[in-house]
């Protein structure tokens, strides 16, 4: 159980296009995603807390017209980084908060998208 | 406010020997703490999680943890390594079950024969 996919797992694409990244929890409904960045060699950095049916929360210095959040559904976040430049390549990660008494909130990952941008 | 460290960003054991990854957290109020494992370009798998009840933790693969407050710590251990433990470790914490996590700096961890 506690199963959360992202699609795609990599992809490449041209500098200024817009790239969408699906967040996926499969087996438990999630009203609460988080999307996380991370370097290489380097720790997760909190992007933003994605609520179902309402407006994410990005932290503080991440753009919110650059990385738009949507939580359409309590199975389904995505994260779509617009107008990509090369300095947004880096590996994305998503999770979800499994709110059931047995999970006590925690929250299961996915399995990263590795963006690069040309 | 919350923050975990997380000593020693690189950690070699031998094969067979004890593994100990050491994280010591601040909280405001009683923390949940968490261990997760991630292996080279995949995503985070969770380990073990403290969450009030008993201090001493056991998670997958073998892993524990012990929650010692006075010390405000979260080490992890595990008695024998193995090959295939060679990852990456997470430390994080949260104040509650709807907190946010916030990790450490991470620890790697090789492996040797």
């Known amino acids: 159980g506690a199963v959360v996919s992202q699609h795609p797992s990599w992809v490449i694409c041209k500098s200024g296009t817009s790239v969408k990244i699906e967040c996926r929890s499969l087996?438990?409904?999630?009203?609460?995603m988080f999307w996380y960045r991370q370097f290489p060699k380097q720790s997760l950095m909190l992007m933003a807390t994605?609520?179902?049916?309402?407006?994410?929360?990005?932290e503080q210095g991440v753009e919110k017209d650059k990385f738009l959040i949507n939580h359409a559904s309590l199975t389904l976040s995505t994260l779509t980084v617009t107008s990509a430049h090369p300095e947004d390549s880096s590996f994305y990660i998503c999770?979800?908060?499994?709110?059931?008494?047995?999970?006590?909130?925690?929250?299961?990952f996915g399995p990263g998208t590795r963006l690069l941008v040309l | 406010a919350q923050s975990v460290t997380q000593l020693g960003s690189h950690v070699s054991v031998s094969e067979g020997a004890l593994v100990l990854l050491r994280c010591n957290y601040s909280?405001?109020?009683?923390?949940?703490l968490f261990w997760y494992v991630q292996y080279p370009n995949q995503g985070l798998q969770l380990l073990l999680k403290?969450?009030?009840?008993?201090?001493l933790v056991k998670g997958i693969n073998g892993f524990e943890a012990e929650f010692k407050k006075s010390e405000t710590s979260f080490h992890l251990t595990k008695p024998s390594a193995h090959m295939s433990d060679a990852a990456e470790y997470f430390c994080?914490?949260?104040?509650?079950?709807?907190?946010?996590?916030?990790f450490g700096t991470g620890t790697r961890l090789q492996v040797t024969l």
């Open positions: 999770s979800a908060r499994d709110p059931s008494g047995r999970a006590e909130g925690t929250q299961y």
């Open positions: 087996d438990f409904q999630a009203t609460t």
């Open positions: 994605s609520n179902e049916g309402s407006k994410a929360t990005y």
């Open positions: 909280s405001s109020v009683p923390p949940y």
């Open positions: 403290y969450t009030s009840a008993a201090t």
């Open positions: 994080a914490v949260a104040q509650g079950t709807a907190s946010k996590l916030t």
